[in-house]
């Protein structure tokens, strides 16, 4: 199957901890994106990669880092930087870094937990 | 930042019911999309309309584009228990990116 896998589904973190949340893409997809989604909100973009090697901060990055060493994987690291994590994340991609369209395709999102 | 603004925040129908939900921007386009989302779970794609093209459709779903509003709309016809879920409206942005509203809440009931 193609698609889009996240891992965990559920995590929770101690304060002061950092955690690791991963998106392994099949698709053969050149850009890949994060989000954070609060209740009753919207998507808001925390950082995006159009090709391997590079990545670019989004609206919220604060607390957060990332790394696009291969194609398939895009993680996400939460800092204890980022003072309020608790949300769910998602993870999408999208086919090319020009020509390719616009629309994502998304995984089924990690919901962090701080405890 | 956020564009899109979609309207109602939320909505509830009858099964078998139309439903329409609204959505408005701020700046220009190429073309604006729209998802659903299922309760706690990823984003789906539902549609696509290009910034040139005022009407689109797709099965059940109803596509309108006014870009001289800045508005777009999204009918459901004939409304299943199966289509209960947020709808998201997203909006181009540069370097590939979408501007995402807030959603609307749509619950069917049987």
């Known amino acids: 199957d193609g698609g889009i896998t996240q891992s965990p589904k559920y995590l929770f973190r101690k304060e002061g901890q950092n955690v690791t949340l991963s998106c392994e893409q099949n698709?053969?997809?050149?850009?890949m994106y994060w989000y954070r989604q609060d209740p009753g909100q919207g998507l808001r973009l925390i950082y995006y990669?159009?090709?391997?090697?590079?990545?670019q901060k989004g609206d919220i990055a604060e607390g957060y880092s990332v790394s696009r060493e291969k194609k398939e994987s895009f993680p996400l690291t939460v800092t204890s930087a980022q003072k309020n994590p608790t949300a769910f994340y998602l993870c999408a991609s999208r086919r090319g870094a020009s020509g390719g369209g616009d629309t994502q395709y998304f995984g089924p999102g990690t919901r962090l937990t701080v405890l | 930042s956020q564009q899109g603004e979609e309207d109602p925040q939320a909505l509830s129908i009858q099964e078998g019911e139309n439903a329409t939900m609204n959505c408005s921007y701020k700046?220009?386009?190429?073309?604006l999309q729209w998802y659903r989302q299922n309760s706690g779970r990823g984003l789906v794609h539902l549609i696509l309309i290009r910034s040139n093209e005022r009407e689109k459709h797709s099965g059940r779903l109803r596509v309108t584009l006014d870009t001289s509003k800045k508005s777009s709309s999204l009918l459901i016809t004939a409304s299943r228990a199966a289509d209960t879920a947020s709808y998201f409206c997203a909006t181009d942005r540069s370097n590939y990116q979408l501007i995402w509203g807030a959603g609307t809440k749509l619950i069917i009931k049987p």
């Open positions: 698709l053969n997809h050149d850009a």
């Open positions: 700046t220009s386009i190429n073309n």
């Open positions: 990669s159009q090709i391997v090697n590079d990545f």
